[in-house]
Protein backbone atom coordinates (compact mmCIF):
# COMPACT_ATOMS: atom_id res chain seq x y z
CA UNK A 1 0.00 0.00 0.00
CA UNK A 2 2.69 2.81 0.55
CA UNK A 3 4.94 1.49 -2.52
CA UNK A 4 1.79 2.27 -4.47
CA UNK A 5 0.91 5.69 -2.42
CA UNK A 6 4.62 6.53 -3.41
CA UNK A 7 4.48 5.42 -7.07
CA UNK A 8 0.69 7.47 -7.23
CA UNK A 9 2.62 10.72 -6.08
CA UNK A 10 5.44 10.20 -8.28
CA UNK A 11 3.18 10.02 -10.95
CA UNK A 12 1.57 13.41 -9.92
CA UNK A 13 4.84 14.99 -9.48
CA UNK A 14 5.89 13.71 -13.19
CA UNK A 15 3.67 16.54 -14.49
CA UNK A 16 5.16 19.55 -12.66
CA UNK A 17 8.74 18.21 -13.43
CA UNK A 18 8.29 18.03 -17.04
CA UNK A 19 6.77 21.59 -17.47
CA UNK A 20 9.80 23.78 -15.73
CA UNK A 21 10.27 26.87 -17.80
CA UNK A 22 12.34 26.00 -20.95
CA UNK A 23 15.51 27.71 -19.43
CA UNK A 24 17.74 26.10 -17.36
CA UNK A 25 18.23 28.60 -15.07
CA UNK A 26 14.40 29.33 -14.59
CA UNK A 27 13.66 27.55 -11.02
CA UNK A 28 10.24 28.42 -11.34
CA UNK A 29 7.52 26.16 -12.00
CA UNK A 30 4.52 26.73 -14.47
CA UNK A 31 1.06 25.12 -13.66
CA UNK A 32 -0.41 23.25 -16.20
CA UNK A 33 -3.93 23.91 -17.48
CA UNK A 34 -7.05 21.73 -15.89
CA UNK A 35 -7.82 19.16 -18.26
CA UNK A 36 -11.24 17.25 -18.00
CA UNK A 37 -10.82 13.35 -19.10
CA UNK A 38 -13.94 11.87 -20.56
CA UNK A 39 -15.00 8.04 -21.33
CA UNK A 40 -13.35 6.28 -24.03
CA UNK A 41 -14.56 8.17 -27.25
CA UNK A 42 -13.17 7.45 -31.09
CA UNK A 43 -10.89 9.67 -32.77
CA UNK A 44 -10.65 11.35 -36.14
CA UNK A 45 -8.89 9.71 -39.00
CA UNK A 46 -6.02 13.18 -38.70
CA UNK A 47 -5.58 11.99 -35.04
CA UNK A 48 -5.36 8.29 -35.65
CA UNK A 49 -2.99 8.63 -38.79
CA UNK A 50 -0.64 10.88 -36.30
CA UNK A 51 -0.41 8.34 -33.64
CA UNK A 52 -0.16 5.49 -36.06
CA UNK A 53 2.93 7.29 -37.50
CA UNK A 54 3.87 8.42 -34.12
CA UNK A 55 3.54 5.22 -32.09
CA UNK A 56 3.79 2.44 -35.00
CA UNK A 57 4.83 -0.57 -32.59
CA UNK A 58 1.88 0.95 -30.38
CA UNK A 59 -0.83 -1.65 -28.71
CA UNK A 60 -3.73 -1.82 -26.80
CA UNK A 61 -4.67 1.87 -27.07
CA UNK A 62 -7.57 2.99 -25.45
CA UNK A 63 -8.56 6.92 -26.59
CA UNK A 64 -10.08 9.57 -24.14
CA UNK A 65 -11.82 12.80 -25.04
CA UNK A 66 -9.68 14.87 -22.66
CA UNK A 67 -10.97 18.75 -22.79
CA UNK A 68 -10.38 20.02 -26.77
CA UNK A 69 -7.63 17.24 -26.85
CA UNK A 70 -7.40 13.54 -27.33
CA UNK A 71 -5.36 11.03 -24.23
CA UNK A 72 -4.69 7.70 -25.68
CA UNK A 73 -3.05 5.25 -23.53
CA UNK A 74 -1.09 2.17 -24.55
CA UNK A 75 1.45 -0.52 -24.27
CA UNK A 76 4.93 -0.46 -26.23
CA UNK A 77 7.26 -3.25 -25.86
CA UNK A 78 5.34 -4.35 -22.07
CA UNK A 79 5.47 -0.30 -21.30
CA UNK A 80 2.40 1.69 -20.56
CA UNK A 81 2.61 4.92 -22.33
CA UNK A 82 0.36 7.83 -22.60
CA UNK A 83 0.36 10.72 -25.63
CA UNK A 84 -2.03 13.85 -25.56
CA UNK A 85 -2.58 14.89 -29.21
CA UNK A 86 -4.28 18.32 -30.58
CA UNK A 87 -7.41 17.70 -32.43
CA UNK A 88 -5.27 18.28 -35.68
CA UNK A 89 -3.16 15.55 -34.80
CA UNK A 90 -0.02 17.52 -33.23
CA UNK A 91 1.46 15.43 -30.40
CA UNK A 92 1.15 17.24 -27.48
CA UNK A 93 3.31 14.93 -24.86
CA UNK A 94 4.08 11.60 -24.28
CA UNK A 95 4.79 9.97 -20.85
CA UNK A 96 6.33 6.76 -20.72
CA UNK A 97 6.49 4.87 -17.28
CA UNK A 98 9.10 2.05 -17.39
CA UNK A 99 12.48 0.71 -15.25
CA UNK A 100 15.76 0.85 -14.93
CA UNK A 101 16.54 -1.16 -18.23
CA UNK A 102 14.78 1.96 -19.91
CA UNK A 103 17.44 5.01 -18.46
CA UNK A 104 19.95 6.02 -21.23
CA UNK A 105 23.14 4.56 -20.76
CA UNK A 106 24.84 8.01 -19.41
CA UNK A 107 21.66 8.85 -16.99
CA UNK A 108 21.91 5.19 -15.57
CA UNK A 109 25.64 5.71 -14.93
CA UNK A 110 25.22 9.11 -13.55
CA UNK A 111 22.68 7.83 -11.17
CA UNK A 112 24.47 4.78 -10.02
CA UNK A 113 27.82 6.58 -9.44
CA UNK A 114 25.93 9.35 -7.28
CA UNK A 115 23.27 7.28 -5.49
CA UNK A 116 25.17 3.57 -5.25
CA UNK A 117 23.56 1.54 -2.59
CA UNK A 118 20.10 2.65 -4.22
CA UNK A 119 17.70 0.59 -6.38
CA UNK A 120 16.14 2.50 -9.71
CA UNK A 121 12.47 1.62 -9.06
CA UNK A 122 10.99 3.58 -11.34
CA UNK A 123 11.67 5.52 -14.30
CA UNK A 124 9.04 8.18 -16.08
CA UNK A 125 10.14 9.95 -19.63
CA UNK A 126 8.44 12.80 -20.75
CA UNK A 127 9.12 14.55 -24.08
CA UNK A 128 7.16 17.82 -24.09
CA UNK A 129 8.19 20.51 -27.02
CA UNK A 130 11.38 19.39 -27.94
CA UNK A 131 12.38 18.66 -24.05
CA UNK A 132 13.10 15.32 -22.89
CA UNK A 133 13.03 14.57 -19.04
CA UNK A 134 13.46 11.79 -17.18
CA UNK A 135 12.16 11.52 -13.49
CA UNK A 136 13.74 8.35 -11.57
CA UNK A 137 13.02 6.96 -8.17
CA UNK A 138 15.94 5.53 -6.16
CA UNK A 139 15.55 4.37 -2.58
CA UNK A 140 16.86 1.83 -0.36
CA UNK A 141 15.54 0.45 2.91
CA UNK A 142 15.45 4.07 4.71
CA UNK A 143 14.94 6.74 1.86
CA UNK A 144 13.13 7.52 -1.11
CA UNK A 145 14.39 10.18 -3.12
CA UNK A 146 13.28 11.18 -6.89
CA UNK A 147 15.59 12.79 -9.36
CA UNK A 148 15.24 14.41 -12.16
CA UNK A 149 17.51 14.28 -15.40
CA UNK A 150 17.56 16.72 -18.39
CA UNK A 151 19.80 17.72 -20.82
CA UNK A 152 23.01 15.53 -19.03
CA UNK A 153 22.21 17.37 -15.64
CA UNK A 154 20.76 15.06 -12.55
CA UNK A 155 18.61 17.06 -9.49
CA UNK A 156 17.64 16.06 -6.80
CA UNK A 157 13.89 16.86 -6.72
CA UNK A 158 13.04 15.19 -3.66
CA UNK A 159 13.54 12.85 -0.51
CA UNK A 160 11.28 10.86 1.48
CA UNK A 161 12.11 8.89 4.59
CA UNK A 162 10.41 5.68 5.14
CA UNK A 163 8.81 4.84 8.20
Known sequence: ???????????????????????????????????????????????????RSTFPDAEKAVWYKASENYLVRFMTNDQTNRALFEKNGMLVYHILYGNESNLPDNIHKMVKSNYSGYDITMVIYVSQ????????????SQKLII???????????????KM
Open 1 to 51: MKKNLLQCSTIILVAALAITGANAQDTLYKKLPTITVYSSTKVSNEVSKAF
Open 129 to 140: DERNVWVINVEN
Open 147 to 161: LRSEDGELEKVNTYN
